[in-house]
C-alpha cells in the first residue's frame, strides 16, 4: 500500500509561550497541507511538560515539528514541505525550470535568509536584557537588512519569486513573519506587501487558525499582520 493512502500525523505544540504562537514552524506543514489540500492530524505537545531532557518522539533534536505518512518518518520542516510539494504542481511546477528555481527560493529562505533573521529573533526576545544587546543589535541588523535588501531586489515588482507561487515563497514568507515585532521590513515596501499577499491566501489563514485552534488555552495574543 502507498504511504500516501495514510493519514497524515504532524507534531505541534498544544501549549508555547504567546510570542510565539502563530510562529512555531508546524505552521509551515500545515500551510503546505493546505494548499495542497490533504487533510492531517496533530500529535501534540505541551511546551511547559516537554523541556529539559524531554524529546519529542522522531525528531532527532526533540523539536517540532515531525511528520509520519505509513512508513514516511520526516522531520525538518524544509525537506517535509518539498517532499509534500512534489505530490502537485500547486506549489511545485511540474516543468523542470519552474522546479528547480522554487527550490532554490525554499533553501533560501532556510539557509541564506532564516540565520540571520533568527540571531536578531534571539536577541529581541531572549538577549534584550544583556549588557552587551545594544552593542550587538546594529551588527544584526545589519545583516538582515543585507538579505532584506537582495530579497526585496530579486522581487522587484513581481507578486513571487518567480512568475508564480511557489513553496519557496511559503518557507521565505514563514521565516519574514518572523521580523514582525520589528520595524525592518519598512524599509522594503514590496517585501512587506509580498509578505501580507501570502498571509492572505486562504490555505495560510485555514493553517494559522489551525494552530491557534491547538492551544489549550485561552492565551490567544497573535502575531498580528
Ligand atoms: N530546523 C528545524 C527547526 C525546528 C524548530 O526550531 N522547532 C522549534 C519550534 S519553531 C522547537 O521545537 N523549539 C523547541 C526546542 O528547540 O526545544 C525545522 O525547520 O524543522
Not at 505537545?45 to 523539536?63: A, K, L, V
Not at 541588523?141 to 518567480?162: C, I, K, P, T
Not at 521565516?175 to 509580498?194: E, F, G, I, M, W
Request: glycine share 4%.
Amino acid at each position: 500500500m502507498s504511504a500516501e493512502t495514510d493519514t497524515i500525523e504532524i507534531t505541534a505544540y498544544s501549549w508555547i509561550p504567546p510570542f510565539a504562537r502563530g510562529l512555531v514552524r508546524d505552521l509551515r506543514v500545515r500551510w503546505t497541507l493546505e494548499e495542497i489540500g490533504l487533510p492531517y492530524r496533530t500529535q501534540l505537545f505541551d511546551r511547559r511538560t516537554e523541556q529539559g531532557n524531554s524529546r519529542i518522539p522522531e525528531q532527532p533534536f526533540g523539536q517540532v515539528p515531525a511528520f509520519r505518512q505509513g512508513d514516511v518518518r520526516m522531520f525538518e520542516t524544509g525537506a517535509i514541505c518539498l517532499y509534500l510539494a512534489e505530490r502537485s504542481d500547486t506549489l511545485l511546477p511540474s516543468d523542470e525550470v519552474g522546479r528547480t528555481r522554487a527550490m532554490c527560493w525554499a533553501f533560501a529562505a532556510l539557509n541564506s535568509v532564516e540565520p540571520a533573521v533568527m540571531q536578531l529573533s534571539v536577541l529581541n526576545l531572549f538577549e534584550a536584557d544583556k549588557p552587551w544587546a545594544g552593542e550587538r543589535r546594529p551588527m544584526v541588523e545589519g545583516m538582515v537588512h543585507d538579505r532584506l535588501q537582495h530579497l526585496s531586489d530579486a522581487l522587484g515588482e513581481r507578486d513571487w519569486l518567480e512568475d508564480r507561487f511557489t513553496v519557496g515563497d511559503l518557507l521565505m514568507t514563514t521565516v519574514l513573519r518572523n521580523l514582525k515585532r520589528t520595524k525592518l521590513l519598512d524599509d522594503y515596501p514590496n517585501l512587506a506587501a509580498y509578505r501580507a499577499r501570502a498571509e492572505a491566501r486562504p490555505a495560510f489563514q485555514r493553517a494559522l487558525e489551525a494552530q491557534f485552534a491547538d492551544f489549550i488555552d485561552d492565551d490567544q495574543e497573535r502575531m498580528e499582520a
